[in-house]
């Protein structure tokens, strides 16, 4: 298995981009998603295959996948969004998945 | 309705055993890759096993060989059977159902509430 990267902590003013990385070696080979969990929640996916957004997202959630890193961009960032926010690929050569190390966005 | 309800967690001592269920509504189990997920207190997300379609079965290094994941497709559920439990293992479970796309990728689009096990003497 192969291990994914992500900063422990993003901080961001009301209405401003929070952007927030996946990093790993493997991630240029496999597409990437992500999900965010509120406090006592279960997890939800606001992005999957690098780049879409489930229905009943917001379009301020994107995301994209360069190289051997994923990013998740929030733009105008709300009080809601304040979350733990976890990337996740997926391994098709040995069908394990991987998440991330997880990011608590906090709106200051 | 689209839904995952858990259920069998538990208080359980070191070495012991248990069961969780995962109750599915709305689809068939059956037809979707099924996977279990768990978060330690204060953790973060880590996969625990899949169970496919055809019935093929993985699972994470940490718990290979101690948990068993199956399938019942007449009551349509998904178990994961625990066994050897450490104190590493507790956690919330959470089943979750795996959605595949036209490219290839897979992701999680329908999660339960989650179920607790404590691992403890």
């Known amino acids: 298995s192969y291990e994914v990267t992500q900063p422990p902590s993003v901080s961001v003013s009301p209405g401003q981009t929070a952007s927030i990385t996946c990093s790993g070696d493997e991630l240029r080979n496999t597409y990437v998603s992500w999900y965010r969990q509120k406090a006592g929640q279960s997890p939800v996916v606001v992005i999957y295959?690098?780049?879409k957004r489930p229905s009943g997202v917001p379009e301020r959630f994107s995301g994209s996948n360069s190289g051997n890193t994923a990013t998740l961009t929030i733009s105008g960032t709300q009080a809601i969004d304040e979350a733990d926010y976890y990337c996740?690929?997926?391994?098709?050569?040995?069908?394990?998945?991987?998440f991330g190390t997880g990011t608590k966005v906090t709106v200051l | 309705e689209v839904q995952l309800v858990e259920s069998g967690g538990d208080v359980i001592q070191p070495g012991g055993s248990l069961r969780l269920s995962c109750a599915a509504s709305?689809?068939?189990?059956?037809?979707?890759?099924m996977t279990w997920v768990r978060q330690a207190p204060g953790k973060g997300l880590e996969w625990v096993s899949l169970?496919?379609?055809?019935?093929?079965?993985y699972y994470a290094d940490s718990v290979e060989g101690r948990f068993t994941i199956s399938r019942d497709n007449s009551k349509n559920t998904v178990d994961l059977l625990m066994k050897s439990l450490r104190g590493e293992d507790t956690a919330v479970y959470y089943c979750?159902?795996?959605?595949?796309?036209?490219?290839?990728?897979?992701?999680?689009?329908?999660w339960g509430k989650g179920t607790t096990v404590t691992v403890s003497s």
């Open positions: 295959e690098d780049t």
């Open positions: 169970i496919k379609t055809i019935g093929s079965t």
């Open positions: 709305g689809f068939d189990v059956s037809s979707y890759y």
């Open positions: 979750a159902r795996e959605m595949p796309t036209v490219m290839g990728a897979k992701y999680m689009d329908v």
């Open positions: 996740q690929a997926w391994d098709g050569s040995t069908n394990i998945y991987v």
